[in-house]
């Protein structure tokens, strides 16, 4: 147990559904993150939240919307997804934007399968 | 461009020692970080170097050559439980994590 919550942990979603994930972060963390993980690649990270305000957008596609309404709770909608979103997405959370003092701290990710 | 190199899968025997390589190129570099992944759970922080040299911490140590930019993760006394992805990722100018694609390491008895 990390101190991060995800829900849903699975999700299988049609090309036209809108879903939602959420993350939730019990440590008192003021920078949140999303990341998606697919098979035998790196990590990418999505977007980037310091103190509720969005500090990176790492080129990603309009179909993903992220949402943070404070500094505990972190969503990522979902529309119009492709076959090729299907992938581990996995949230994180850190004390602040930084060196090693700052470390990230995972969730356990939802599994999400666009059919 | 930003990379980081490690191994794709490693196999090692219990109760011996592994070393998982990663090099890195980043725009500016603020740490290497290393992160275990269990099949189907979360990453967990295991290391951070920032100066060169070696760091301890029980069964794993961790070294950093920012000159090479090269890192390497060390583990001792292997155990199964030690069975997973081991993340390396190097820390940008920007604080961003530039992270490898991962190794998977494969404890055989």
């Known amino acids: 147990e990390t101190g991060v919550t995800q829900t849903p942990r699975h999700l299988v979603m049609g090309m036209t559904n809108k879903k939602s994930l959420k993350c939730e972060q019990h440590l008192g963390h003021n920078a949140m993150y999303w990341y998606k993980q697919s098979a035998k690649k790196p990590l990418e990270l999505m977007f980037v939240?310091?103190?509720?305000?969005?500090?990176e957008n790492n080129s990603v596609p309009s179909r993903f919307s992220p949402e943070c309404p404070n500094s505990s709770h972190l969503f990522l909608h979902l529309h119009t997804l492709q076959p090729e979103d299907s992938a581990l997405y996995l949230c994180?959370?850190?004390?602040?934007?930084?060196?090693?003092?700052?470390?990230?701290?995972f969730g356990p990710g939802t599994r999400l399968t666009v059919t | 461009g930003q990379n980081i190199d490690q191994p794709t899968e490693m196999t090692a025997t219990e109760g011996a020692i592994v070393q998982i390589n990663c090099t890195y190129q980043?725009?500016?570099?603020?740490?290497l970080f290393w992160y275990q992944q269990h099949a189907g759970e979360a990453p967990t922080f295991l290391s951070y170097n920032v100066l060169d040299g070696l760091e301890e911490k029980g069964r794993f140590s961790s070294f950093l050559s920012r000159s090479k930019g090269y890192s390497y993760l060390l583990l001792k006394e292997l155990q199964m439980k030690d069975s997973a992805s081991y993340l390396c990722?190097?820390?940008?100018?920007?604080?961003?994590?530039?992270w490898g694609a991962g190794t998977k390491l494969i404890i055989k008895p």
């Open positions: 980043t725009s500016g570099f603020n740490g």
């Open positions: 994180a959370s850190s004390q602040e934007i930084g060196g090693g003092s700052y470390e990230q701290y």
């Open positions: 990722a190097a820390m940008d100018s920007n604080y961003q994590l530039i």
């Open positions: 939240y310091n103190f509720k305000e969005q500090t």
